[in-house]
Structure formats: structure tokens, C-alpha cells
């Protein structure tokens, strides 16, 4: 079954502190992260039955996203990335999973709004 024939959950802007970054200020100080996430499953049966094991517990899975963030810290938000997707797809539910992680503190010299990775993975 194709990721766009899936329907789909949304968890968007969850965000935490997090120590992850190449810089040795970074691991020290830490800074936010924001987690935006999007996975692909059916739902019919979750929908029609109320049934809570055929669909995702999204509070349970924003616990998860939030360990991970606080948790080990990696050099790259792509490895961030990578370690949450991976959370997503363990649920048996879910067929694809894209998370984005954003960095809005990103040591940059520049003006920027915003710095972001998206991974996404598919069971298939």
C-alpha cells in the first residue's frame, strides 16, 4: 500500500531542549529543537471502532520524540532525524514516517528564520 493512499497523523512543533550540534557550546549550553512529524497508516478501523491498537497513541509517541530530543546527543540533526523516524516506524501501524527537525538556534552568522532536516522511511 502506497504512502499516499494512507490516511494520516500529524504531530507538529513539539519541542524540547536538546544538546546536539558539532560545537562544543552547543553540547554544553544545549539550545530548542522542534519536531514536526507526519506518519502514514490506516485508520478505517481505528475510526469505526474506536479501537486505540489500530492507530498510534500520539501522546505516548510525543513522550518518545521528547527522550529522544533530551536524550544521547548526536553531531548532526540529521542523525537526530534518523533516530526519530525510526521511533515513528516502530509502531506496526505505520507503512511511512517523515520527521523534520528544525533548529532555529543554529549557530549561523547570518539572519535566518529557521534551519530544518526532513527524513522519511517507508516499511515498503
Keep these: 500500500m502506497a504512502a499516499d493512499s494512507l490516511d494520516r497523523i500529524r504531530l507538529e512543533g513539539l519541542a524540547a531542549h536538546g ?16 519536531v514536526d512529524v507526519e506518519l502514514a497508516l490506516p485508520l478505517e478501523r481505528a475510526a469505526r471502532k474506536g479501537d486505540l491498537a489500530a492507530t498510534v497513541d500520539y501522546g505516548v509517541l510525543a513522550e518518545r520524540i521528547h527522550e529522544v530530543i533530551t536524550g544521547d ?28 527537525v528544525h533548529k532555529p538556534e543554529a549557530p549561523i552568522r547570518v539572519a535566518f528564520s529557521d534551519v530544518a532536516v526532513t527524513i522519511e522511511r517507508s516499511k515498503e
Design 19 to 34: 544538546h546536539h550540534g558539532l560545537f562544543e557550546h552547543e553540547r554544553r549550553d544545549g539550545q530548542r529543537f522542534v
Design 73 to 100: 546527543p548526536v553531531d548532526l540533526i540529521e542523525t537526530l532525524a534518523l533516530r526519530i523516524v525510526n521511533v515513528c516506524l516502530e509502531h506496526e501501524a505505520v507503512r511511512w514516517a517523515s520527521v523534520t
